[in-house]
Each structure stands twice: as C-alpha cells, then as structure tokens.
C-alpha cells in the first residue's frame, strides 16, 4: 500500500511544477488548433497543433485536458506550452489536481507506515522465521 502512495505522491509531485508554472502564466504563449475532442463522462481531451505567438515553436501533435468543455474541434484557443505540456491560457486548474494527488499519495503513505507502527512492528525486517513444533505428535518420546 505504501508503494501505491509513493507512486501516487511522486507523480503528483512531478506534475505540479509545470502546472503551477502555467498558472502563473510563464511558459511559452501560442496558439492550439484542436483538431480532435474525445469526452467521456466526467472530463474531455483534446489534440491538435501548437504554434507559438513568434512562430518559432511548433508542435504537430500536442494534447491537453485543460481547456473550457465548450470547445470543439477546427477552433484555435490560446494556450501555455509548458515543457511539452499545454495549458489553457486563461489561468490553469490542473494544479489542484496534481496537488492533491501528492497529499493522497502522501497520507497513504503515512497512513500505513502508522498502523502498521502502531501494531507493534520494528524497523526490522524478517525474512524468515523458524516454525515451531507442538508438542506430541510423531516425534514425541515415549514416556518412561
């Protein structure tokens, strides 16, 4: 469970640098053509083209989740290119999702390092243990 959390808090760690880079609007500014929008129940994704606003950065196939859901294919919406990844232009949100993945992963984290500490476990680590025998059985000695 621990490794579940570590995962979950390293990769929301990872994720927020970039996106609170664009919600603070730094990053390079341009344009996003959006040539596909794929929606399913509760978020929408859409692909296309960036160019930059000096049209020396331009990127073929780029994709994002952080645009208005109103917005619909053969559109150009302004957007932040972030090392690789693109943001809506009007104030990102991605943050708080990135974030809050790196608390979950975090309070798993803890979460199990406490109960399993409060069980009464050390920091020792057995790998193997010797089996005891009961008393009796086949191998008894016989009484004298």
Do not use: K
Not at 29 to 38: F, H, S, W
Not at 69 to 81: K, L, M, N, Q, S
């Amino acid at each position: 469970m621990a490794l579940v959390g570590l995962v979950v808090a390293v990769s929301g760690f990872l994720a927020l640098g970039p996106s609170l880079r664009a919600l603070m609007g730094e990053g390079t500014r341009g344009m996003l053509t959006v040539q596909t929008r794929d929606c399913n129940i509760t978020l929408c994704n859409w692909s296309g083209s960036f160019v930059s606003d000096d049209r020396r950065l331009q990127l073929a196939h780029v994709e994002t989740a952080d645009l208005a859901g109103g917005t619909r294919p053969g559109e150009h919406v302004a957007v932040i290119d972030v090392d690789g990844n693109i943001y809506g232009a009007e104030g990102s949100t991605e943050w708080l999702g990135d974030a809050g993945a790196t608390l979950v992963g975090i309070l798993v984290i803890t979460w199990t390092i406490w109960g399993w500490w409060s069980s009464g476990h050390s920091l020792q680590v057995r790998l193997w243990a010797p089996r005891r025998r009961a008393r009796g059985g086949r191998h008894a000695r016989p009484l004298q």
